[in-house]
């Protein structure tokens, strides 16, 4: 089913830059290229279904085992013959998630080079790029192995600007408390400059991948001044280039760098569409006669729902109530929105026959499903979104709806 893969995104940078995922230099300051590892497979056409199963079910199965699931644009499922086009899976390790995205390419009509987060916009290539090239080139080194890399692996750092060779703060997301990010703001210092081309130049002469091309060729990194002191400088402020909606509403004003969702009304509206029209199924079937009976609806920072407890729909016998979270804070627990803890506990009279847990998987998130499990626990179905881990739920979920299988996948409403 895989006709070809390679490395993409921050995972190919960082291949090509140090040939592993971070780079240490010889003061001992870290180059964290990336959060997570990111690839592009060239499928066989109508491969992807048996790639997922297999890949999510290999993964399930080590020592510490994988969750996966399904994603895409929303703008990408709205088209016609619409179709997911990542599988992203990801697992617990000393506290830390670690996750792994798989983006699909299709040998036959134009294929999409998917971007490592939704702040990257995908860029476009001929499927005869694929077909008659493979599109892939000499292997790229990771630590003591290797994975084959594209071919044209730095025209696709094109899209970044500047010098790609050296760390871009500008494009770095986790920027709250990072160290990695933190001691690069005033900039990097001549020795710096120098062990990154050294290493490049050492990775292309071992026959591997490298940064070196860039080195050589691009103007951004012809132009650095090894011999003076003057520090090399790799962004004004980080994050700063990132989409607006991973911003907090007043990011243009220089304040409140971080990566704090904002609510998306054009956006989220099919979400809450499609959202209205499971909760009611779900009723439906919950309820055995077709009468309406009572919801509950945890959402995170959507335009669905205002802050706090509100009403969505009300009627004879129907109730769906809808909670979200409020402003967020530049905090790793709370930066998607912080909930009232004490409303969600008062929240419900009586135990609904539907709730949907539908937050971002966040500390603050987890909180509150952890809340909702305990004093609103469903009579009947629980339904959850695909952001959410199942690690995170699934057993409260079984112990307060003493059922064996108590959860309903929810779409994959990746926006």
Known sequence: AIEAFWPQGSTLI?????????????????????????????????AWPDFVRGTAQALSKLERPYACYVGSRVTSLEQAGGQYEQLLCHSMFDGFTCPVSFHRTDTEGNTRIASTSSSE?????????????????????????????PHDATARL???????????????????????????ESGLQPSHVRELRERSR????????SMWTLWQQHPACQVLELSSGNSASIGTAAGARLEQFYRAPDWKRGLHQSCIPVVRTIE???????????VGEALRLGSGSGEPGFAVVLDGPTACCPPGASVLEAGTGLLVVCFAPGPGN??????????????????????????????????????????????????????????????????????????????????????
Not at 162 to 175: D, R, Y
Not at 372 to 378: D, G, I, Q, V
Request: aromatic share 6%.
């Open 14 to 46: 960082a291949l090509l830059r140090h040939g592993r995922l971070f780079g240490t230099f010889g003061d001992g300051h870290m180059d964290c290229v990336g959060d997570d590892v990111d690839f592009e497979v060239v499928l066989k056409p109508g």
């Open 268 to 278: 989220d509206a099919p979400r809450c569409k499609e959202r209205a029209r499971l």
């Open 202 to 209: 050492s990775l292309t002469e071992a026959g591997y991948q």
């Open 330 to 415: 530049l905090s790793i627990e709370g930066h998607a929105g912080i909930y009232d803890e004490e409303s969600l506990r008062q929240l419900c009279p009586s135990n609904p026959a539907v709730l949907v847990l539908d937050p971002l998987p966040t500390a603050a998130g987890t909180q509150a499903v952890t809340l909702l499990l305990e004093h609103c626990p469903p009579a009947g179905f629980v339904v959850t979104s695909a952001y959410m881990h199942p690690g995170l739920f699934v057993s409260a979920a079984k112990e307060v709806s003493k059922l064996e299988d108590a959860t309903v996948p929810g779409l994959s409403w990746i926006t």
């Open 121 to 149: 916009q995908g860029t476009a290539i001929s499927k005869t790029a694929v077909a008659t090239s493979g599109n892939v080139g000499h292997a790229c080194r990771v630590y003591n192995s290797s994975v084959p890399c």
């Open 158 to 184: 094109a899209k970044y600007g500047g010098c790609a060779a050296l760390p871009n703060i500008e494009l770095a997301s986790l920027n709250i408390g990072n160290a990695c990010v933190q001691w690069m």
